[in-house]
């Protein structure tokens, strides 16, 4: 039975900024026919928590996914990361997907405690407590993604490919 995957990314938040590499990793996704799942995506999110929270959770709801990806733009990092969790000051809640078994076969992705303190965090933590309090069986991982580039780009979606595989799996 195909599983239903919601993949989200956020757009751009300098003025200067061409796109963001989260969502031109989902542009790379959307091009590819391969792929055995029933795959959503909510693309281009506006980088401000509690909009962006409001449109996945409005998305959750409507499409009943059975794993979400969301994804944000991390320009300082060279590889994939999957965030074990997210926090709100003192409270940390974390992925109910077992990260290791996720990331097994992959070359150019780490599992990650640092989900960056910005508008990522805040999403990732808005949409693991939105699963825990409506008691939903639905799971979510968070990937960081890095700047796209000649030298990684294959690598990385060949990584992102297996890790939504091996979510399917799970």
Known sequence: MKKRILLTSFDTWLSDQVSNSSDDLLQKVSQVDSIPHDVKFLRLLPVDVMLASSWVIQKISELQPDYIICCGMAASRQRLSVEMGANQGEIFLATGVNL???????????????????????????????????????????????????????????????????????
Request: proline share 1%; with cysteine.
């Open 100 to 170: 290791e078994k996720l990331v097994s076969g992959t070359v150019a992705t780490d599992i990650s405690s640092d989900c960056g303190k910005f508008v990522c965090e805040g999403l990732y933590y808005a949409v693991l407590d939105y699963l825990h309090q409506y008691q939903l069986t639905t799971r979510c991982i968070f990937v960081h993604v890095p700047v796209l580039n000649q030298e990684n780009l294959v690598s990385i979606l060949a990584d992102f490919l297996l890790i939504i595989h091996n979510l399917a799996l799970a």
